[in-house]
């Protein structure tokens, strides 16, 4: 979609989201941001009103359904959303003290059920107005499951799938549905790696790539290229090729 007039963008306080708050941003421009620390919302929110755009916050958890019904069905009655950038996730990996039980179904409850949570409250005023568009964060990490974070790696495949038989299924109605899946973006999250991060973009750059595929309706936006080229490559081989150098690769904390 192009030139969106109200924009909603969960994980909004930092990364990605904070990139994207801060590119979409603008006089004439609606934004609902969401995020768990209240502090760095309202930073990122006093960024945004400083280029002219109006902001609504809300401190909440992306993976609580019914704070999120609440929050953006309302928010929707009174400034019907033009985009809703489903971008709220949480990664961790083997690397410390394997996974646990706990951290693999805490990294579904907000990576999966958490875009789940932010999606479909927006779709019935999507749906009636025959108007708006989706963008669902999944992942590079999400065309291969990776020995270092499994639950990260299953998190962000099930909401690419999902995202791309969404986007079918709504295409009819006038909701445009995207899948976005970065490479490693410098942001808070990657800052907790410990080993290289081959062609590292930074979030402003990610952002403004995301912004530039969304108006354009890309139904997937992976980038950056060369790494997209050897996920495909790693996905498309034999595991009994791969999996001895996945083994051996550096495991995220």
Request: hydrophobic share 45%; with cysteine.
């Amino acid at each position: 979609m192009r030139d969106p007039r109200t924009v909603v963008i969960t994980g909004g306080s930092s990364g990605i989201g904070e990139a994207l708050a801060l590119a979409y941003a603008g006089p004439g421009v609606t934004l609902g941001l969401t995020g768990r620390d209240a502090a760095r919302l309202e930073e990122v929110a006093a960024r945004c009103r400083t280029r002219g755009a109006a902001v609504e916050t809300a401190v909440v958890d992306a993976a609580d359904r019914d704070a999120m019904a609440a929050w953006l069905t309302a928010f929707d009655a009174r400034t019907p959303i033009d985009l809703l950038v489903a971008n709220a996730g949480i990664s961790a990996g083997t690397g410390l003290h394997g996974e646990t039980e706990e951290q693999a179904r805490r990294i579904f409850a907000v990576n999966v059920d958490g875009v789940f949570n932010s999606v479909y409250p927006v779709l019935p005023g999507m749906r009636a107005r025959r108007r708006g568009q989706v963008a669902i964060m999944a992942s590079l990490a999400g065309f291969r499951g990776l020995p270092g974070a499994p639950a990260y790696c299953a998190s962000k495949a099930a909401v690419r799938v999902w995202g791309e038989g969404m986007r079918g299924y709504l295409a009819g109605e006038g909701v445009e549905v995207s899948v976005v899946c970065p490479g490693f973006v410098r942001s808070r999250m990657t800052a907790n790696n410990r080993f290289p991060m081959p062609f590292l973009w930074d979030a402003d750059r990610a952002a403004a790539h995301i912004r530039d595929a969304l108006a354009r309706n890309r139904g997937r936006i992976a980038f950056p290229l060369p790494m997209r080229a050897a996920v495909w490559l790693m996905a498309a081989l034999p595991p009994g090729w791969t999996d001895p150098a996945l083994r051996a690769a550096p495991r995220k904390g």
